[in-house]
Every structure is written in C-alpha cells, then in structure tokens.
Nanobody, 124 residues
Framework: QVQLVESGGGLVQAGGSLRLSCAASGRTFSSYAMGWFRQAPGKEREFVGAVSWGGGSTIYADSVKGRFTISRDNAKKLVYLQMNSLKPEDTAVYYC?????????????????WGQGTQVTVSS
C-alpha cells in the first residue's frame, strides 16, 4: 500500500527548468522502484524514466536522456524529476508510480501504485 502525490508542475518557457516531486506514504516505500510517466492530450501514456529502490540505477526514455534526471531520498520518501531544457513537446500530465519490484523498469504493468498527476506546460 503506497500513496503518491506529485507536485511542482506549472507553466514554463521553452528552455526552462522544473523540478517535480513525488511524496510517498507507506511503510514499504524504500523497497520499491519508482517511475515517472507522462500523458499529453490525445496521446498514449508514455514512459519517462525510472529509478531502482536504492537509487543506484536509472533508465530514461530516449526523448528525455540528457535533459531529465531522476533521484530519490528514501529517508524523506521523496522522488524527484529534474527537467532541464524543456521543450513544448514535454507538455503533459506527469505521473509518478511505484513498483513492487526493486529494479528500475519501463514496463507500466509493473507499477501498481500511481499518483494523480501534475500538469507541466511548456510554451514556445
């Protein structure tokens, strides 16, 4: 049982930065891999990135490699998505998710808990 709440979304100019946070509540947070996904209007939800339970391994979608960074602070039960060099195509609702696996994965079927999402809008 994990509850997730995203924050930090907003409106930003192209080339700018945002840092999303995901606050987790639940006694098993430290054992979960965590992921970020996003969904733009009229499009399917897509994988953004994920981090292993210990924070030592991260994976990213090709579209965000070199621009986005995932990190976590298990003591504070927080997961972050630092987004730099934002592009209009990054506009979407961003969701954090918790997996019952310990290894970072891009498979949404392995994420059993999802937050409500936070809107990120990047203007041209």
């Amino acid at each position: 049982q994990v509850q997730l709440v995203e924050s930090g979304g907003g409106l930003v100019q192209a080339g700018g930065s945002l840092r999303l946070s995901c606050a987790a509540s639940g006694r098993t947070f430290s054992s979960y891999a965590m992921g970020w996904f996003r969904q733009a209007p009229g499009k399917e939800r897509e994988f953004v990135g994920a981090v292993s339970w210990g924070g030592g391994s991260t994976i990213y979608a090709d579209s965000v490699k070199g621009r986005f960074t995932i990190s976590r602070d298990n003591a504070k039960k927080l997961v972050y998505l630092q987004m730099n060099s934002l592009k209009p195509e990054d506009t979407a609702v961003y969701y954090c998710a918790a997996s019952d696996r310990i290894v970072a994965t891009m498979n949404p079927a392995l994420f059993g808990s999802w937050g409500q999402g936070t809107q990120v809008t990047v203007s041209s």
